[in-house]
């Protein structure tokens, strides 16, 4: 089983940058997939971005594309979610999350993502 910890959170003004990281530890082998997916209040969760771990294409939700940059660092287990040029609707919480499923690969479906972690808060203000 894979646990996943989400850490990088916080509050910036509309325009600033922030960092999340994501330490994944268990069966990291078994993974598809990994991505960040983000709930405002009173929304449904959305995808942002996803990876495949098994190499280095990546998949964005159009609201984010050119802005958010995802990455990760295998050596250590971790992935990345660098946000840049943030607005005040990318506040939300942010979760990163884990696939085994072959069919993930590509997709910002929540639903086919089975591992979780509890979250971090993104607050942008103006």
């Known amino acids: 089983q894979v646990q996943l910890v989400e850490s990088g959170g916080g509050s910036v003004q509309a325009g600033g940058s922030l960092r999340l990281s994501c330490a994944a530890s268990g069966y990291t082998s078994r993974t598809y997939s990994m991505g960040w997916f983000r709930q405002a209040p009173g929304k449904e969760r959305e995808g942002v971005a996803t990876?495949?771990?098994?190499?280095?294409?990546?998949y964005y939700a159009d609201s984010v594309k050119g802005r958010f940059t995802i990455s990760q660092e295998n050596a250590k287990n971790t992935l990345y979610l660098q946000m840049d040029m943030l607005k005040l609707e990318d506040t939300a919480m942010y979760y990163c999350?884990?696939?085994?499923?072959?069919?993930?690969?590509?997709?910002?479906?929540?639903?086919?993502?089975?591992?979780w972690g509890r979250g971090t808060q993104v607050t942008v203000s103006s």
């Open positions: 990876i495949y771990t098994g190499g280095s294409a990546t």
């Open positions: 999350a884990a696939s085994g499923k072959w069919n993930a690969i590509g997709s910002l479906m929540p639903a086919l993502f089975d591992t």
